[in-house]
């Protein structure tokens, strides 16, 4: 059985955000290897590593979102996706006032 703080050095001591899947793999195959665990608990830790390598990601990539977002608002740069939602407002609102002077 893995120990805990083999675990825990494992995902904390490791870095899971960078840690590529074949880097996993080759980790776990050691492990198994080495009698430390069995092919079941190193596919079952390579699964746990896999998803919890996968969360880490997502949560970076929203952390450096969300930083990019603040640095461009303080720079008073607008995102693209803004810049075209307001050209669709304005082509609406033309649109309106076109059939609004058709009508007088």
Not at 52 to 61: G, I, Q, T, V
Not at 85 to 95: A, D, T, V, W
Request: avoid cysteine; hydrophobic fraction near 35%; glycine fraction near 8%.
């Amino acid at each position: 059985m893995l120990s805990e703080s083999f675990k825990r050095w494992l995902l904390a001591g490791v870095g899971l955000a960078v840690l590529t899947k074949e880097k996993m793999e080759e980790a776990v195959h050691e492990l198994i290897k080495q009698g430390e665990v069995s092919k079941e608990e190193g596919k079952e830790l390579l699964d746990n590593l896999m998803e919890k390598a996968e969360a880490e990601r997502k949560e970076l990539s929203n952390r450096v979102n969300e930083e990019v977002q603040k640095v461009l608002k303080g720079v008073g740069l607008v995102r693209t996706e803004d810049v075209d939602q307001l050209k669709e407002q304005i082509q609406e609102l033309e649109k309106r006032l076109g059939r609004l002077e058709g009508e007088n």
